[in-house]
């Protein structure tokens, strides 16, 4: 399929961005994505929440289900907070679904480095659990730095003996933090070099980068529930992907990678102007609705 004017266009702004991240100093990238109005659809209300002491918001669509309910982790290299672009994403994603979407907003790094961020996720998770919502009837999803807690949060919350979700989705995960030559020879249209390596800096500190609650590729992903995975053909993180995927199929978890021809990192935050956009929200979305109450099933069954 040749690229549409929408990929054409939005292509020619990429180089912008990637050259933002890799040399705007970060208090100034953070005031850059916190600035704008929030603009949802009319039938999505937002509430603030905290989670045993972790902030968090709802976006619930009308007529939405009340014990269903999507636990979403943002991406921004682990430095970067829950930004208008995501919002309006998730509140698609909600709508696409007709399911609530709890939002962590975990402490961010360098701040905040390892294991903070994945200690709040996993706290979040297990307060729903408190608020008498079955874990057949909670699935996960993130993106970028969020595709890796939402892999990490479910190895933590096995190894801990936790009930887990029905499904996971990861979008362009960040599955391996280790340093690898392959990193300085290959391109990104999005993602610099130069931020990889101090996104990573900042959350890892000085632990070990094959720590399995770091990098996933080096975890047991025995016990896993359903997992969809989407890359770019273009990124960075496209072999990680991959091999993640190949991973948990090969520790028996049921699992299906994507890779979108020509898509960068996270192409999934332009859905209203990208096809390739739209077309993997919905690909999301009928998976994780159609694993919504499918352990019960087999657990009745």
């Known amino acids: 399929m040749a690229a549409s004017s929408a990929e054409r266009y939005l292509r020619k702004f990429l180089p912008v961005a990637r050259w933002m991240l890799a040399y705007v100093p970060l208090p100034v990238m953070r005031w850059v994505q916190s600035a704008g109005a929030v603009r949802l659809p009319a039938d999505i209300q937002r509430e603030q929440v905290t989670a045993d002491g972790v902030p968090c918001e709802w976006l619930i669509p009308d007529h939405s289900s009340s014990d269903q309910v999507l636990l979403y982790l943002h991406g921004g290299g682990f430095v ?79 190894d801990s003996g936790n009930p887990l979700p029905a499904a996971a989705a990861c979008l362009s995960p960040a599955t391996d933090l280790t340093v690898r030559e392959e990193l300085e020879r290959l391109r990104d249209p999005v993602l610099h070099r130069r931020a990889l390596y101090a996104f990573r800096s ?47 199929q090969q520790a028996g978890v049921p699992v299906r990678v994507e890779v979108y021809p020509r898509m960068w990192h996270v192409w999934h935050l332009y859905f209203s102007q990208l096809p390739q956009a739209a077309h993997a929200l919905d690909d999301i979305g009928q998976f994780l609705k159609s694993n919504v109450g499918i352990l019960a099933h087999q657990q009745n069954g």
């Open 202 to 248: 900042a959350y890892v500190a000085d632990q070990d980068c094959t720590d399995p609650l770091l990098s996933p590729v080096y975890a047991d992903l025995h016990g896993l529930p359903p997992l969809l995975i989407h890359a770019g053909e273009d990124e960075v993180l496209r072999d990680d992907a991959v091999r993640m995927a190949e991973l948990a």
């Open 80 to 158: 970067y907070g829950w930004t208008n672009m995501h919002r309006e994403m998730v509140s698609h994603l909600a709508r696409q679904m007709q399911i609530r979407v709890l939002v962590v907003d975990y402490r961010l790094a360098p701040e905040f480095p390892f294991p903070a961020a994945l200690e709040d996720c996993t706290t979040v998770y297990r307060w729903l659990l408190q608020q008498g919502i079955a874990p057949q009837n909670i699935v996960m999803a993130g993106d970028s730095a969020g595709g890796n807690l939402t892999l990490t949060t479910l190895i933590k919350l096995r």
